[in-house]
């Protein structure tokens, strides 16, 4: 890669771990996601009516399953940033390239090389060093820490995560098969119609949850981080979308994983959260074992 390219990856993680600590900053993480997808729709509605879409039949199976597991997503998302640390709850959460291979291993018959192995490994062991919670964690203690809420809901979100990224994967593969075009708009469509999908039945949620009266105070008070975080998470989209059409996806997905290292120094330093120089090591031997894995032949 040319250091161009790397620094647009590096920018695009940073901005993907700005604009979740920014949510975790908000006073209402899960009101805050409903004013993203206001400003989602909103942002689609205008992309839509520029340049109409086409999505093949076949491929909205795939759409629709996407977007009834990112509900899930955003909904233990926004439980996990109310009862945990940034610092611990995004690290779990973007773990998930170290085990959709396992998944892909048992559900797409695809193989794990020796290198893929160790680098899930790390992954693992990286985990367990964010669960440190006080003293040394013994199997008994982790089992404890592990059905801890925030806990919980961190390792929902991986789920998610995981289950939504091997429909994506075989959704764009067949999306452009079907296809006639080379540039990145079929997966912005993609995108933008799961994303909108999942927003609408999320926010259907939050408006059943939470009085008006605090929906509208949570937007008005927090207009300028709710802008500045649906944009700079398109952002971050889009610039993984350019990169994708010239550049290896592997080292693409590891290099961006580099937000693990982002989100823990802006939870540590930006909200003071605890155990901040442990989760940074952590951090580091996850981003490691992430790109063993996206490396592995």
């Not at 999505?55 to 909904?75: D, M, N, Q, T």
């Not at 020796?114 to 964690?137: E, K, M, N, S, T």
């Not at 540039?183 to 009085?211: D, G, H, K």
């Not at 290896?248 to 580099?258: C, D, E, G, H, T």
Request: aromatic fraction near 18%; charged fraction near 10%; proline fraction near 3%.
């Amino acid at each position: 890669m040319t250091p161009a390219t790397i620094s647009l990856v590096l920018l695009s993680a940073f901005f993907h771990a700005l604009w979740n600590y920014y949510a975790k900053s908000s006073s209402s993480t899960h009101i805050f996601f409903f004013w993203i997808g206001i400003f989602t729709a909103s942002v689609t509605g205008i992309a839509f009516a520029i340049r109409q879409p086409h999505i093949p039949r076949e491929i909205w199976i795939y759409i629709v399953a996407s977007g009834f597991i990112h509900v899930g997503y955003w909904l233990s998302l926004s439980h996990a940033y109310t009862l945990g640390d940034i610092s611990f709850v995004y690290p779990i959460a973007r773990s998930a390239p170290a085990f959709i291979p396992l998944f892909a291993f048992l559900f797409l018959g695809e193989a794990i090389s020796i290198q893929g192995l160790i680098g899930i490994l790390c992954v693992v062991f990286a985990i367990y060093l964010f669960q440190q919670r006080g003293d040394a964690v013994t199997f008994n203690r982790l089992r404890e820490y592990m059905r801890q809420p925030d806990s919980i809901w961190a390792f929902s979100t991986l789920s998610t995560v995981i289950a939504y990224s091997l429909i994506d994967k075989q959704g764009m593969a067949e999306f452009y098969a079907y296809s006639t075009e080379a540039s990145a708009w079929p997966a912005m469509t993609y995108y933008l119609t799961e994303s909108c999908i999942a927003l609408a039945f999320y926010n259907v949620y939050i408006l059943f949850q939470f009085r008006r009266g605090q929906i509208a105070k949570v937007g008005q008070q927090e207009w300028r981080k709710i802008i500045t975080s649906g944009s700079l998470a398109m952002i971050s989209y889009t610039i993984i979308l350019y990169v994708f059409m010239t550049q290896k996806v592997s080292y693409i997905v590891a290099l961006r994983q580099s937000s693990i290292i982002f989100a823990v120094l802006l939870g540590g330093y930006g909200l003071k959260e605890a155990r901040s120089k442990l989760r940074l090591g952590a951090a580091v031997l996850m981003v490691f074992g992430i790109f063993l894995i996206a490396t592995a032949g």
